[in-house]
């Protein structure tokens, strides 16, 4: 084949295999390339300096940290701006939280997964509620006072015989009376790791089934889970009391 048409067919496949993008896009610069989350790892399907658009990038987390956020993200255009951005942010890794031995555990903070930020929060009353800060963190008892298999009790620091307990779906916190076994199902819940998001677990009551402990408007309650936003008040994370 004589060498003018060699070219051409190579130029004809490089054409074929260039991006696709939107009618008066062709000369726009790709997305710049993205981070590497802390702890975690990233790959991408294009050269380090700059993403193409429908480039792909994937995040993961080292051992020992869970991701929060997006897994995937794509260099696309704004139909707006008519310029290339991100679909969405990279995610970051947060730590897993601490192995539970058998008895007492802690001094934990419970971090609920969205806010991240707001901890379960309890002070000298019996109100239990979601805070930006705390006055008492909490010992995890496992497995929980009824000795049940796959279950936590939480008691609150500084106090002996204090813990959590849901009744109806009121959610409070109370003395505890050892020799009543129905108080202690009252206190005693159900660990489900990482059943709606990595790294986070739920707690359902031992007392009443199918209803967990849950956030919502700051207070914590019992609820059933109906929909993904309540997936996600229903999800918790311990880390050290530091």
């Known amino acids: 084949m004589p060498v003018h048409l060699i070219i051409y067919s190579l130029l004809i496949c490089?054409?074929?295999a260039a991006p696709r993008y939107p009618p008066g896009t062709r000369t726009v610069a790709g997305c710049p390339p993205q981070g590497t989350p802390k702890f975690g790892h990233?790959?991408?399907l294009f050269d380090t300096h700059q993403a193409e658009v429908g480039s792909i990038c994937w995040f993961s987390c080292r051992e020992g940290f869970h991701l929060k956020g997006t897994a995937i993200t794509e260099c696309i255009i704004d139909p707006i701006r008519n310029a290339p951005r991100y679909n969405s942010t990279f995610g970051?890794?947060?730590?897993?939280a601490p192995m539970l031995r058998q008895g007492k555990n802690g001094p934990f903070l419970l971090h609920s997964y969205d806010p991240s930020s707001f901890v379960i929060h309890v002070d000298s009353s019996t109100e239990v509620t979601l805070k930006s800060y705390y006055y008492l963190a909490f010992?995890?008892?496992s497995p929980g006072l009824n000795?049940?298999?796959?279950t936590v009790s939480f008691g609150v620091q500084g106090y002996d015989s204090r813990y959590i307990k849901a009744n109806d779906t009121d959610v409070y916190v109370e003395d505890m009376m050892f020799d009543d076994s129905s108080e202690l199902?009252?206190?005693t819940f159900r660990i489900r790791k990482g059943q709606f998001y990595e790294g986070y677990?739920?707690?359902e009551s031992y007392a009443k089934k199918d209803h967990f402990?849950?956030?919502k408007s700051r207070k914590i309650q019992l609820s059933k889970i109906k929909s993904e936003e309540d997936r996600l008040l229903a999800s918790f994370i311990w880390s050290p009391d530091l």
């Open 42 to 44: 990233k790959w991408c």
């Open 92 to 96: 970051h890794c947060l730590p897993d």
């Open 201 to 203: 677990s739920t707690f």
């Open 139 to 141: 010992y995890v008892q």
């Open 185 to 187: 199902d009252k206190a």
């Open 14 to 16: 490089v054409a074929l």
């Open 213 to 215: 402990i849950i956030h």
């Open 147 to 150: 000795g049940a298999k796959d």
